[in-house]
């Protein structure tokens, strides 16, 4: 159980005031190596799941897109296909070394995507702002889901959209071989990979410590959305979470 | 898997069919689901005017409820079976999808174009036109082929009008016995007075 003070890192128990610090020394460290090994832990599926998370969002030309760490920067490349020159993608993470990988990719990609380096629980856009707001295998590094959340749902516009990509509670038949999947294979391609086998420790962790569907379902609707339904993707691995502000 | 391919494939459609967006927009985040027998699914209109397949936890506004030999009349494009399909909820939302998936077409040789190039691919599409016409008389041949021998030569299929006349003599039998019902009746009510009108002579006799 988290305190006030309180708060998970992965099966850790930490400081409110530390876990930001953790995560961010997690994410410095697998930055460079980020889409490799996503594309390694998932056998490439996670860009699937991205693009079903943009086919699912309704964008079209024209509308305003917010990433909430967006990291790499592989959802605002796919948005920014779909919001054309009339539209506009923000690229956001709190990560500086994330960030920056993503602010390159898009302009080598001559793609024109603002990257901004910002708190999710404290976003810097006004009231109502945007069309869709999403945040993919972001939302459970953040310290508080809840206050995160109601930002999201503070500059979404009213019909707006909020879609939460994340990491959840895989169908109970193959618990067993996720689990060691994911505790003993993870760790060991984190360690040959990108040489950090403690990061894909705590990827593993703080997946299983994650709110599962239905749990998310409920903080999403105490947030303020509402018709909030979801998908399951490779079996619950992965849960796609959309709801709207009315 | 299913659900992202599926709705992969609704999406491309729509886009083959861009006047649907229109259609759709207006019922932006509602959702309808298909009962077809076999197939039970539930799609969401997205604000785009595209449609997806609904996630696991929707609560669907409208229903359509199609029979699998419904479904058969409405490909063999019956214009009667179209009024016989069930709508529950939302019937606005369930009639503009259902207007949607009746006048969609999937434009086959613009997919194949990409694939082969546009000649062979209007080639492949001719073919392909002719063989399903081909197929498509045939059956109609074939039907009214088989009808005709069971209706003449070996009767085993009434004809419409023998139907009718059938129909016909057992309205007029109904009818007649219903007058006879109410003739005995009338009859009983009346042999009941007459025996109550004697009784009393009887007793005077004895």
């Excluded at chain 1, 996503?38 to 079209?60: E, T």
């Excluded at chain 2, 197939?39 to 209109?45: A, D, E, G, W, Y």
Aim: glycine fraction near 6%.
């Amino acid at each position: 159980m988290t305190t006030e003070q309180n708060t998970h890192f992965g099966y850790k128990t930490v400081a409110e005031a530390e876990k930001a610090k953790k995560v961010a020394e997690v994410f410095h460290s697998v930055a460079s190596k980020y889409d490799l090994m996503n594309d390694v832990m998932s056998a490439g599926l996670h860009r699937s799941w991205k693009r079903f998370a943009v086919s699912i969002s309704g964008v079209s030309a024209g509308d305003k897109v917010l990433d909430i760490a967006g990291g790499s920067g592989d959802l605002s490349k796919l948005f920014a296909k779909e919001v054309g020159n009339n539209g506009q993608v923000i690229l956001t993470d709190i990560n500086a070394s994330m960030l920056g990988v993503g602010r390159d990719r898009m302009l080598d990609a001559g793609l024109n995507v603002p990257a901004l380096q910002c708190d999710a629980e404290k976003l810097p856009f006004p009231d109502q702002y945007f069309d869709c707001v999403i945040v993919a295998f972001g939302l459970r590094n953040m310290t508080h889901k809840d206050r995160a959340l109601a930002e999201m749902q503070r500059v979404l516009k009213v019909g707006g959209r909020l879609l939460v990509l994340e990491f959840s509670k895989v169908w109970q038949p193959l618990a067993k071989a996720y689990d060691a999947y994911s505790f003993k294979l993870l760790p060991l391609m984190g360690k040959l990979l990108a040489k950090d086998a403690e990061s894909y420790q705590y990827l593993a962790e703080s997946i299983r410590m994650h709110p599962d569907q239905e749990t998310l379902k409920q903080m999403m609707i105490d947030a303020g959305l509402s018709k909030v339904d979801y998908y399951n993707l490779a079996a619950g691995v992965v849960a796609l979470h959309k709801g709207y502000k009315t | 898997m299913f659900k992202q391919i599926s709705t992969q494939l609704l999406q491309h459609l729509i886009a083959q069919n861009s006047w649907a967006n229109e259609l759709l927009q207006p019922f932006a985040g509602k959702s309808v689901q298909l009962n077809l027998t076999l197939l039970n699914t539930s799609l969401v209109i997205l604000e785009n005017g595209s449609l997806a397949i609904a996630g696991d936890t929707n609560v669907p506004d409208a229903t359509i409820t199609i029979t699998p030999s419904l479904l058969l009349r409405l490909i063999a494009k019956d214009e009667a079976a179209k009024l016989q399909i069930k709508i529950e909820g939302d019937t606005h939302l369930a009639t503009e999808l259902a207007k949607v998936f009746s006048n969609m077409r999937w434009d086959y040789e613009d997919d194949l174009s990409k694939l082969v190039g546009d000649v062979p691919a209007y080639k492949l599409g001719e073919l392909g036109r002719h063989a399903v016409n081909t197929v498509k008389e045939t059956g109609i041949n074939l039907t009214e082929m088989l009808s005709e021998y069971w209706q003449e030569e070996k009767p085993m299929i009434a004809k419409k009008r023998h139907v009718a006349q059938f129909n016909a003599e057992v309205d007029t039998l109904r009818a007649d016995v219903e007058r006879l019902e109410k003739r005995l009746n009338k009859l009983a009510k009346t042999n009941a007075a007459e025996t109550d009108s004697i009784q009393p002579v009887k007793k005077n006799v004895q």
